[in-house]
DNA sequence: GGCGAAGCTAAGCAAGCGCTTAGCGAAGCG
DNA sequence: CGCTTCGCTAAGCGCTTGCTTAGCTTCGCC
């Protein structure tokens, strides 16, 4: 926690790991599908024709449609998280979450088409996904909660009502993930202006 | 523009003007059902049996699932437009932008269930009724932006992107339709608690 | 008291859904 | 070579979907 930035704002989301190559295509597809129209309204021929395969090959690689989201929700919302710690530094818990805010926002704007199936197909999960992707939810929510907590300890940073305060924080860089587009100017920036605005919510 | 308050923090939000009765139960429940499923994952059996009638009586009363969605966002939409609009009074632009932002969250929160629809079904309406809808949203977010601009015009706020400012003040209130569930606090002091932080955002 | 309109239901239709089955060709390997 | 495994397709199964049709009852009204 909070030790060197390993320098990147936003980390690279690749997929190599998912072999072989057609299981990657699938799931990249998915993403796509799900981001522009939802979960419910995607259907496995829609994924399979993205992928360039007929719909029987989706099960050759995963048993179910359900289960191609739980591998997106599970592997975005872990990338979310390494993102957040590898940000978790600075001097000071201002600094800190500057840097987080800066970070799990320009995240939430470069990769807005995984984010969305992060932050809005949670309901499509089985009981059993939803539950392990909660967890780390609840991981993200922790890690900007301490930095709070810390820059009260301190009396570096001014917070009224804790919970309330994370969720807020949260809300901000999530909320990115519904409107934002290409066009509406580059991560970077944006993730820098929501810094600016976090850490001006939270000052003494 | 920024009159007297007329004091509700939230419009009551009633559909007697929704006739006959039977129109309104199958409203209510497709709204009940659609911020619960989504509107794709909610079939016209589950919304005529909330409203305890047979499948076919959907259709006396509207012409498609998709015109009912239709009706609750519009009508969603006006509402929250409205809210803001009554809650635009204060002598300054600070408390102006205070009094707004408390009352558009604590609308959020109170109706979770029409702002999930509000906020979050505009993919599955058709391009005219999205356009339409897309007219009040345009209002709605103008509404922010004229008392932001009015405070960097007046030098009582500090407002460096004024568009970025907009849609992140937005962001706050909106994004409370997402998580917002009654056990996580009352509507009232959590529009309290939106409004400080939207306040400390841009005070100079 | 006859009659049309309003509000509803039972039944069902065509289309599309997630997913399965059967089988084919290419690659790897003894 | 002979045989298995892997990745894939064509076809289609059982089911659910949004919506329609035909017909029933209840009501107001002249």
């Known amino acids: 926690m909070h030790g060197v930035n390993v320098s990147a704002i936003t980390s690279p989301l690749v997929w190599e790991h998912v072999q072989p190559a057609a299981a990657r295509r699938l799931l990249t ?3 796509d599908a799900f981001a522009e129209r ?3 309204a995607t259907t496995t021929r829609d994924i399979a024709s993205r992928a360039g395969m007929s719909p029987a090959a989706l099960y050759v690689h995963y048993p179910s449609k359900e289960r191609l989201l739980f591998e997106i929700s599970r592997y975005g919302h872990q990338a979310a998280l390494d993102v957040l710690r590898d940000a978790d530094s ?3 818990p201002a600094e800190r979450l500057r840097s987080m805010v800066e970070a799990f926002t320009a995240w939430h704007a470069e990769h807005h088409t995984i984010a969305r199936v992060v932050q809005y197909e949670l309901a499509a999960l089985t009981p059993e996904h939803l539950a392990e992707v909660a967890t780390i939810r609840r991981a993200i929510s922790a890690q900007i909660e301490q930095v709070l907590s810390d820059g009260v300890a301190d009396g570096s940073l001014a917070v009224d009502d804790l919970p309330g305060t994370t969720l807020a924080v949260l809300s901000l860089s999530i909320d990115v993930a519904r ?5 509406r100017g580059d991560p970077a920036a944006l ?3 929501y810094a600016e605005l976090a850490q001006r919510m939270v000052q003494t």
Not at 179 to 183: A, D, G, L, S, V
């Open 191 to 193: 993730g820098k202006l």
């Open 29 to 31: 597809g998915a993403i």
């Open 179 to 183: 409107w934002y587009t290409p066009h």
């Open 38 to 40: 939802g979960f419910q």
């Open 90 to 92: 600075g001097d000071s």
